[in-house]
């Protein structure tokens, strides 16, 4: 028997989580399903940026601009926790394409756009002061800089994952690892979902289907297009970790071909990126390329030319797909980011297939979805997350810290926000899980349980790069891997050959990031 539900959203990425909260919020009854874990795709390839997006007033699109700058403002408020003000400098040369007076003129009008006044006004530097602001600057050639103040969201994983917890508070269902998703034509106006998953089979009867599963909306069998709406664009980035004199603000610059890429402090290291490289396959090309680390690689050593005898080195290499509009450009840098909603009719009436947005977007796009799908419900509940924290947004009260080093609890607010004392509460219960994985001082083993009890890992990656994050540090987090593998044999319903075979896989992976950026290629051949 198959169960009525209003919306049934395929893809837990950034934008099907928030898809997912909100229809929840309004009460309607949703189902949001994934073929892998949450934010496991483009969303955990991202920049991890929260921003208005300069470059776009170069293509004259102010709202977007707006839209963008009216949301990391939301996303500030809503999210503190895991958003974070970020302050920029843009430098520019002799060389560069973008003048000294066209930087201060693109400035002027982003502040304009930008209503939040708790964050710094922008200012043009001359060339001492750029070089003071970021010593390690190739100083031949500087004019000066423009410097400005953005935000980051360290770990979008997270916050794709608070995002769906939400949406499960409000009796969303959520479904993780579907071998098998079956959308069966209209009937009566429903749809026919079935979902296959672990030796179990889910039977919705759903209003309305949501396509958000980014570069493969054209790939869902029983709702796919009848023409193409994506193409694909791979972006590449590096973590560069020991760069002891590397910048202390974000850089954004000019690559050696011009393009803009980014130079960001992250997670103890600097980020490093993006490309913008056209592909025809996601499955086959969303991975790192060798070219792509020799364009990267350059192009930082250009900006900072003593990066690589200063003791920096690349520890991992890691990309993803974005979900553009398929358009006419060959560009991918040129084609808009901003998203569309397609309202299918037809023989797809009942389907809305979500194109294209970015990361500082999702809430505004996914309120749209649930707007067109509550007009054509008659649903007058009106959206409540601009105003409404994420779960971790609330100060954690009445948390007993003893027994916790004080490196393990800044982390723990940094990752967790309030839902710190969730893990905390579980060490309380059973002392085992306050000791530290390691010897940082910095992880305690009850964050590995929290992360199976109570956020859905499937597995040791989920743990290492969608829970603890721990996954994402320089080492990928493989100093911990036995102790989680222990604590997991100690503390869940694991079993020993499972854990073993998740060991043994998540080693894998970590080895081929770490090898993607062993070698290097010729930029000449990127298009």
Known sequence: ???????????????????????????????LVDRSDIASGTTAASSRLIHGGLRYLEQFDMALVRESLRERDVLL???????????????????????????????????????????PH??????????????????????????????????????????????????????????????????NGLRRVEIDCQQRTYNFQALFIVNATGPWVDTIAGITPHRRLVAGSRGTHLTV????????????AEALDQRPFFVIPWNQMHLVGTTDIHVNDVETQRHPTAEEVSYLTRSTQQLFPSIWTSGAEIAYAYAGVRPLPDT???????????????IHTGDLAGVLTLVGGKLTTYRQVAEQVVDAIAARLNH????????????????????????????????????????????????TAHPALLNMLGNDNRTIAAEVV?????????????????????????????????SVAAVLDAHTRWKGEDIAAQRAAYLAMAHARQRACT?????????
């Open 380 to 427: 007058d509940a009106r959206s409540d997350t601009a105003e409404t924290p994420l779960p971790g947004a609330r100060a954690p009260e009445g948390v007993d810290w003893r027994g916790v080093p004080t490196p393990a609890i800044d982390r723990l607010l940094s990752v967790y926000g309030g839902i710190a004392w969730e893990v905390v509460s579980k060490g």
């Open 241 to 252: 970790s020991n760069w002891r004199d590397g910048p202390v603000k974000a850089v954004y």
């Open 519 to 527: 070698t290097t290629g010729d930029v000449e051949s990127l298009p």
């Open 77 to 119: 408020r809503i999210a503190p926790h895991l958003v974070k003000p970020l302050q920029f400098a843009v430098p520019v040369y002799r060389h560069s394409r973008r003048s000294l007076a066209r930087i201060r003129l693109g400035l002027r009008i982003y502040q304009l756009l930008s209503s939040r006044a708790a964050l």
């Open 450 to 482: 929290h992360a199976v009890e109570r956020e859905g890992a499937r597995s040791i990656e989920d743990i290492f790069l969608r829970r603890t994050m721990l996954g994402l540090e320089p080492d990928l987090g493989l100093r911990h891997l036995d």
């Open 122 to 187: 922008p200012q043009v530097l001359d060339r001492a002061d750029a070089l003071a602001l970021e010593p390690g600057l190739q100083e031949q050639h500087l004019l000066g800089a423009g410097v400005y103040w953005d935000a980051q969201a360290p770990f979008p994983e997270r916050l794709a994952l608070e995002n769906a917890q939400d949406a499960a508070a409000h009796g969303a269902t959520i479904i993780t690892y579907a071998n098998t998703i079956r959308v069966g034509a209209q009937e």
């Open 328 to 342: 006419s450009h060959r560009d991918a840098g040129k084609v808009t980011r901003r998203s569309t909603v397609v």
């Open 1 to 31: 028997m198959a169960t009525a539900v209003d919306v049934v959203v395929l893809g837990a990425g950034i934008n099907g989580c928030g898809i997912a909260r909100d229809a929840a919020r309004r009460g309607f009854s949703v189902v």
